[in-house]
């Protein structure tokens, strides 16, 4: 039997992260959305959780709240623990009380990046830092709750035209700065979050479980990126094309941080894109596409 006409009842939790406003921003038809924002809800508040997904009964609940400070999260363990442990695993319990099914979104910093390989969604985790450690644990409460009722979606490197992200960075010191260093060593993929936004509500669409991949498609550097970036908005206009910004390339030794990153977390979306039966975009056609948004709002 067809659910095309039926209207279903979403639940999202982090509305106010920049996935939360792309996924406000692309409800699709018949999807009554009530989304909240860590200052309406406290997910590390089991009751609060609860008693949120009872009174709305949803289909499904999206959760995209995270302690996302990478570095920060080094000295404050027990603050990304509470988010994305805590507040996973009240997120799935409440979900499993109500008889709905569950997305969340979990992070590439659950691999160490020790290969040169895509990583598959099988592929055993072994997180470097406190953040994807963090992560790890709330993915593994997710599964060992709703093990047949999760989708857990890795992604990577997410930016968009709302809140603080690498691009706006970017665009930010380039406008401000003669030279810029990046560092050349770490390689992935780039993520608009417009992009991953509509991927999740295919999965919710086509009611998928178990654990997928989600990045644009193609591979890059940081350097490789704000280079892009850099071209992209000069040729869009979100950037004066004089004076030019040098964009140096760099060592990740070159800039330490508190937290150690992978070198490689390039992930492997072949099962994602049968599954959805959809064609990749490009990152950089999907840059172009947010540098755009950037120059419209700017005008």
Not at 68 to 74: F, I, L, M, P
Request: charged share 25%; glycine share 6%.
């Amino acid at each position: 039997m067809s659910n095309e006409n039926k209207t279903s009842n979403v639940v999202l939790f982090g509305a106010d992260g920049q996935l939360g406003k792309e996924l406000q921003g692309t409800t699709p038809d018949q999807t009554n959305l009530s989304s909240f924002t860590r200052e309406r809800i406290d997910i590390t508040d089991q009751q609060a959780v609860e008693e949120t997904i009872e009174s709305i009964k949803p289909d499904w609940v999206i959760n995209v709240a995270a302690y996302t400070a990478v570095d920060k999260a080094e000295e404050e363990r027990d603050e990304a623990f509470a988010v994305n442990y805590t507040g996973a695993e009240n997120i799935a319990r409440a979900a499993k009380l109500a008889n709905a099914r569950l997305v969340h979104l979990s992070t590439d910093f659950v691999f160490d990046g020790n290969r040169s390989s895509p990583y598959q969604p099988s592929d055993k985790t072994s997180p470097l830092g406190v953040y994807g450690a963090s992560k790890q644990a709330g993915d593994e409460a997710v599964i060992q709750t709703l093990p047949d009722d999760s989708v857990i979606i890795r992604t990577a490197w997410l930016y968009s035209k709302h809140g603080h992200n690498f691009v706006k960075s970017m665009l930010r010191l380039m406008a401000e700065r003669e030279e810029l260093g990046v560092v050349t060593d770490q390689i992935g993929t780039p993520t608009s979050a417009r992009v991953l936004a509509r991927v999740i509500w295919q999965v919710i669409q086509q009611n998928l479980f178990g654990i997928y991949h989600w990045t644009d498609a193609g591979v890059a550097s940081w350097y490789d990126f704000a280079v892009a970036i850099q071209e992209e908005a000069i040729a869009a206009g979100v950037l004066n094309s004089h004076p030019v910004c040098t964009i140096k390339p760099i060592r990740t030794s070159d800039y330490p941080t508190p937290a150690e990153r992978p070198s490689y977390s390039v992930l492997d979306k072949t099962a994602t894109w049968q599954a959805l039966n959809t064609s990749p975009v490009h990152w950089r056609t999907a840059l172009k596409e947010v540098l755009g948004e950037l120059r419209d709002d700017k005008n």
